[in-house]
């Protein structure tokens, strides 16, 4: 059973682009999850898909942005980089109908500078 | 506002020893707990968990504790081994009946020394 696949694996951007990061979950998974992770903070949630439908967001500006498709594939969108927002970006897939409540199973993540 | 705290960036163990990892959480409506394990350049993977009903879970040689009154948890790990070295995040979830995301802790990474 194929991963979690997420692409592209490293991209480097300058301050004021924009940038689309894909996510393919593990097949028969419809929950998408997004994580940053960077040395200070640690992981932090972006925001996740079910169905088509952000349920829950955390506490990013709007400048990040997702969506999901109805084949459950997720793409994040982050506008007006800026220099703070380099980090590894996560993507997790889950069985569970209900966020949390189950196994998440996490990419290799997408690695993301910006200069 | 940390609600899931892991003090300890780093812990070194000799190989063969108990690694035990700590974590704190300040949030009481968390109910359910999970370990996950990152190596570099790869994602987290899910190690083992702990529903609030329980104090112990077991698997192999990682065992999970959970002490609601002190809202604190450990992570043991015996023997350590060398491909136990890898970062540990501690996670958390709300038992708010939505689609909370988990909450992690910023990672404690476990050195084995030969």
């Known amino acids: 059973k194929a991963g979690v696949t997420q692409t592209p694996r490293y991209l480097i951007k300058t301050r004021g682009q924009q940038v689309t990061l894909s996510c393919s979950p593990i097949?028969?998974?419809?929950?998408v999850s997004w994580y940053q992770q960077t040395p200070g903070q640690g992981l932090q949630f972006l925001f996740e898909?079910?169905?088509?439908?952000?349920?829950n967001k955390g506490n990013f500006p709007g400048r990040f942005s997702g969506r999901q498709f109805s084949n459950s594939r997720s793409e994040m969108n982050v506008s007006t980089l800026e220099l703070g927002d380099s980090a590894l970006y996560l993507c997790a897939s889950s069985l569970a109908a209900r966020q949390g409540s189950g196994e998440l199973f996490f990419g290799e993540g997408s690695r993301l500078t910006v200069l | 506002d940390q609600q899931v705290k892991q003090n300890s960036p780093s812990l070194s163990v000799q190989e063969g020893r108990i690694s035990i990892l700590n974590c704190d959480y300040t949030?009481?409506?968390?109910?359910?707990f999970l370990w996950y394990k990152k190596y570099p350049a790869e994602g987290p993977t899910f190690l083992i968990s702990?529903?609030?009903?329980?104090d112990k879970n077991e698997d192999g040689r990682f065992t999970v504790f959970l002490n609601k009154s002190a809202k604190h948890l450990s992570l043991h790990i015996v023997p350590s081994q060398p491909g136990d070295s890898a970062v540990y995040f501690c996670?958390?979830?709300?038992?708010?009946?939505?689609?909370?995301?988990?909450?992690f802790g910023k990672g404690t990474h476990l050195i084995i020394q030969p």
């Open positions: 949030n009481s409506m968390f109910d359910y």
């Open positions: 898909y079910f169905s088509e439908t952000q349920r």
């Open positions: 702990i529903s609030s009903i329980k």
């Open positions: 097949s028969g998974h419809r929950s």
């Open positions: 996670a958390a979830r709300g038992s708010g009946g939505g689609a909370d995301g988990l909450t």
